[in-house]
Structure formats: structure tokens, C-alpha cells
């Protein structure tokens, strides 16, 4: 005879009522965010995903909540069982995710990189895989080949020279180098999930005493589509992700040997694109270090570690951007080759671009954070944050807990300071390099949760929500992922079965053509995709460059060139 349903406890109710209303109003903050009832414009992409995608997903995770709640005792007591079963089994649960994740970087994300911050990822990988540190093009069609907007912003390139070479800093581009030689690229930000979702395990259970908190911080982890649907990607954010988390992981003993890896982990995390994500992250931490008795060692043997790869990785990589560039016309001096000049000129330059990334925390700036917090929630487990908001303030005693949680607030409160939209990319972009503290944070709270005798339905309701997310969320996630890339990759023409080409693509504002530009950095592929100047100018450069060359198709995407032999 089944015994009576336990009454849900102060706190169940509280969370379950919270999250109902937080949702209700991410509904709101969407509909006035994207100007309903207007349509929204695809080139503002943070809108137009929360209008075509976030909807939805908000209704399904309302949908999830209620039916959680209506659910049966025993469900959420067969849930826990996926709880234990993560617990005992970490690896495994990691290789199978590993696996899950290639089929999607294939198959839903279409091995494509979306976003030109991917594109200059893969381009430079693919430089550095041929032995180079940086490409070549015909100097008069580096503005054709890279597309003059994104040209010295994405992809630098050089007019008199052809050399070209990625923007950003070449951490994440060496990490993803030998999958590119190997003809897998798609498989490396798979593998980096798999190794954080173990140092996420890891690290909620040296945070915690519940035996299943490692359980716990996986599945919270897994179930939330934002962690899977990252690293199906070429962003760096998975990396920053896992190198934050081993981070975190080094610095929970203080030992001279552990902080000095803690060190060589940051500095090459300060180097995978940019590194105000490690700094961030980092600033807690190391603030903590100073206040310690013996600050002078710990602040030591961790500025040994970040020098390995942060001085030559990252000032290095400079230097050579800027010997590709040239000297900037907004210099001190006129450029004439003296040594100091281009000392000043450089520090100037980057001066220049630390001042156009800032800005004052305005309402344009502060809108765009509360559209990127709303899909933040949209993205995880229905009220994950609220967990680890409530596992932040209960483990608040241990330090190393309190750190956690200030290195996400850290991050969501530096980049009101930052002037740019995350544009594409899933869930909250410029968040995940700290997203491994919501899982971990509300592993705490439910160790926390598990020895209270009025909270005992709690546990078994938060591993429903997770099993109900990761069976219904997720699958949403992908058909939504799969479809804008799908729609996405059709503004380019097609190219033919075979042959030497040229793609001409058209750029429209609203459609992000611009970004399907993209090409092998030596051009070595049979087609080459270059911007379209209009037809008139297209086939006069066709004309004048690739004399015999056949037009055999043009429509408002653009034109394809057939290329004699």
C-alpha cells in the first residue's frame, strides 16, 4: 500500500513559485525587449533569437515547472536514480557526452562556423596545422576574400603583402589545431565539455559533503541546453568554461605546486581569444590570495604560472597583428620605421580599441545585459540560477564557495562596462566562461537541501525538472539551431558538384550574408568565396582576373564563376 505523498516543504514551494514567476516575466521582458508587435530585425540577432527562439522556449520551461509539480512522488524518487547512477559513473557519463556532442556539432550545428569569432578560430587553426603563423592571399583580393567590414576586425590582412592571420589571441586556435589536421575540428570543443563536465563533478564534490553532488552539478549541467548547445560550436567559450573551472579546481588547496599551475591554467585562458573572460573570472581569487598571511608566496607562485603563456602568447601575438596591419593612422607619430615610434604607435592602437569596448553601463548597454540574463534562465534547468543563488548564500561560510559565486557576479557586472551585443550564439554568450558555477552552486544547495526532514521533496522535483529538461528543452534547442543554420546557409549560392570557383556572395544587413565569406587561408579549396561588389564590378573582376572564367548561375545571393583549368 503506497504511504502518504510528503507535502511540499517552505522552501519547495518558494522555489517552485519563484521560478514560475521569473518565467512568466522573461515572457514580458521579451515581448518589450523585441517591440511587439513589431517584427523583429534579424540584424539586431539578440533580439531576433529571443523573439523566434526564447519564446518558445519560455513556454516550454514554464510547461516543465508545472509538470514537475504535478508529477508523482515516485517519479522524482526514480529521477534521483539518474542522480546516483552520474555520481558513481563520471567518466562514462562525460564519454557518452562527448559522443551526443560530435553528432550535434555535425548534424545540428552543421559543422559551420557561424559567427565570424568562430570563423578567425578555424582560420587561424588552419594556419597553424601547415606549420604557418600566417596565411596568404593575392594582395589585391584581401578585401574580397575578407570581407572589407570585418577586415583588421576579425581576420587582419595586409595589402601589400597578402599575409593574414586571425584578430583574436591564438590560445583557442592551438587547442583546436590538431583536430584540424586530423580532419575533426568539429570534434574539439565536444571533447573540452566532456573534460569540464568531470572538473564540474569534481569540484562540487570537494565543495560539498552530499555523495551526490558530483551527481548533481552533471546532470544540472547536462540537462541545461546551454552547455551542450556552446560546444557544438567553434566559440572559445567552452574552453574558457573548462579552463576557468581547472581554475578553480588548482586553487582549492593553497600549495605552491597547485598554485602555480593555477597560474600556467589562467594564463593560458587569458590567451584562448581575449582575456577579459579569465580576468573576470580570476579577479576574486586573486584578490583573495593578497589578503592571505602568506600573500607574498601564494601572489608568486601564481604570477610564475601566468607568465608561461600570457607574455609570449599574448604580447607576442600582438606584435605580429600589428606588423600585418601596419602602423594606424591614429598614431602618436608619423610611422617611419624608428623603434620607438612603433612602441608608442602600438600602445596606442590598443588604447584606441579598450576605449571603443568600453562604455558607461547606459540603458542601451544595461537592455542588452537583461536580454542576454533572460536567456541565461532560458537556457538551463527551469530555476538553476535560483539554485545556485541559494547554494552561494548557504555555503557562504567556506570561502572557496563564496569565491564561486563572486566570479560570476564578477562577470555579469564587468561587461556592463562592455559596449557590444553578443550577437550570435547560443544561451548567454558572454557569460559561459563562468556558467560552470550555477551547476556546482546548486549541487551545494542541494547537499545543503538534503538533510532538511521539510524539504525532502525538493531534491526529487530539481531531478525531474533536469531529466524533463534534457528530454524536451534540449531536442527544442537543436530543431531551433538546426533551422537558423539551415535558413542561414541558403543566403550563399551554390556551388557546383565540381570544379574550380568563385562564389560571389552579396551582403545584406539583415541576414548576416557577409559572414558566409569564408575560406581556406591558403586557398586550397576548389571554390573561393570572396564579397560581392555589385554585378557590374563582379564581372569586371572576373573578367580582369580570371580571364575564361564562366558565369553559371546569379541571383540576388550573389554569382558563381566556373574557372577554367
Known amino acids: 500500500m503506497r504511504g502518504p505523498m510528503t507535502a511540499p516543504g517552505y522552501w519547495t514551494r518558494r522555489f517552485f513559485a519563484a521560478s514560475i514567476a521569473i518565467g512568466a516575466l522573461s515572457v514580458l521582458l521579451i515581448l518589450h525587449f523585441t517591440g511587439y508587435p513589431f517584427e523583429p530585425w534579424g540584424f539586431w540577432i539578440v533580439e531576433f533569437h529571443l523573439r523566434t527562439q526564447d519564446l518558445a522556449g519560455a513556454a516550454l520551461l514554464l510547461a516543465i515547472l508545472l509538470a514537475a509539480w504535478a508529477a508523482p512522488e515516485r517519479a522524482g524518487a526514480a529521477a534521483l536514480a539518474a542522480v546516483d547512477a552520474m555520481a558513481r559513473h563520471p567518466w562514462r557519463v562525460a564519454a557518452a557526452t562527448f559522443v551526443a556532442l560530435c553528432l550535434g556539432a555535425v548534424f545540428v550545428e552543421h559543422n559551420h562556423p557561424l559567427a565570424q569569432d568562430e570563423y578567425a578560430a578555424v582560420f587561424q587553426s588552419r594556419i597553424f596545422a601547415a606549420g604557418r603563423l600566417t596565411g596568404e592571399f593575392p ?22 603583402t597578402g599575409a593574414v592571420a586571425s584578430a583574436y589571441w591564438p590560445g583557442f586556435a592551438l587547442l583546436l589545431t590538431p583536430f584540424t589536421f586530423l580532419g575533426v575540428p568539429w570534434a574539439c570543443n565536444p571533447l573540452l565539455a566532456a573534460a569540464a563536465l568531470v572538473a564540474i563533478a569534481r569540484i562540487a564534490g570537494r565543495l560539498s559533503a552530499d555523495p551526490r553532488a558530483p551527481g548533481w552539478a552533471m546532470l544540472l549541467a547536462l540537462a541545461s541546453p546551454a552547455f551542450g548547445a556552446m560546444a557544438i560550436t567553434y566559440f572559445s567559450m567552452t574552453a574558457h568554461l573548462l579552463f576557468n573551472a581547472l581554475f578553480v579546481w588548482l586553487l582549492l588547496e593553497r600549495t605552491p605546486r597547485r598554485l602555480f599551475f593555477a597560474g600556467v591554467v589562467g594564463s593560458f585562458a587569458l590567451v584562448l581569444h581575449n582575456p577579459v573572460p579569465h580576468a573576470l573570472f580570476a579577479f576574486p581569487w586573486i584578490v583573495w590570495l593578497a589578503l592571505q598571511p602568506q600573500r607574498y608566496r601564494y601572489l608568486g607562485a601564481l604570477a610564475a604560472g601566468y607568465a608561461v603563456f600570457a607574455l609570449p602568447l599574448g604580447l607576442g601575438w600582438a606584435l605580429l597583428l600589428y606588423d600585418i596591419q601596419g602602423d594606424p593612422l591614429y598614431g602618436l607619430f608619423p610611422a617611419d620605421g624608428n623603434a620607438l615610434e612603433r612602441i608608442v604607435n602600438f600602445f596606442w592602437g590598443w588604447h584606441i580599441r579598450m576605449r571603443t569596448a568600453l562604455a558607461v553601463p547606459l540603458d542601451g548597454v544595461l537592455e542588452m545585459r537583461i536580454a542576454e540574463g533572460v536567456r541565461l534562465w532560458h537556457w538551463a534547468v527551469p530555476g538553476l540560477p535560483l539554485l545556485a543563488a541559494a547554494g552561494w548564500w548557504l555555503g557562504r561560510r567556506d570561502p572557496r564557495v563564496l569565491l564561486l559565486g563572486l566570479s560570476l557576479l564578477c562577470t555579469l557586472a564587468g561587461y556592463l562596462f562592455v559596449s ?24 551545494v544547495c542541494l547537499g545543503f537541501v538534503r538533510g532538511a526532514e521539510t ?51 552579396r551582403s545584406y544587413i539583415e541576414t548576416y550574408s557577409a559572414d558566409l565569406v569564408q575560406n581556406d587561408p591558403f586557398l586550397r579549396q576548389q571554390v573561393w568565396y570572396m564579397l560581392s561588389h555589385g554585378s557590374a564590378a563582379d564581372r569586371a573582376l572576373m573578367r580582369s582576373r580570371f580571364p575564361g572564367a564562366r558565369l553559371v548561375s546569379e541571383d540576388r545571393r550573389g554569382q558563381v564563376w566556373l574557372i577554367a583549368p
Open 139 to 160: 594582395p589585391d583580393l584581401v578585401g574580397r576574400l575578407v570581407p572589407y567590414m570585418y577586415l583588421n576586425n576579425f581576420i587582419y590582412g595586409s595589402w601589400q
Open 420 to 443: 557590444f551585443s553578443q550577437g550570435h550564439g547560443w544561451g548567454a554568450r558572454y557569460v559561459h566562461p563562468a556558467w560552470a558555477a550555477l551547476p556546482v552552486l546548486g549541487a
Open 455 to 505: 524539504e525532502k521533496r525538493l531534491p526529487g522535483y530539481v531531478a525531474l525538472l533536469a531529466l524533463l529538461s534534457l528530454a524536451l528543452a534540449t531536442p527544442l534547442r537543436a530543431v531551433q539551431i538546426d533551422r537558423y543554420l539551415t535558413t542561414h546557409l541558403a543566403n550563399r549560392p551554390a556551388a557546383l558538384p565540381q570544379g574550380r570557383q568563385v562564389v560571389l556572395v
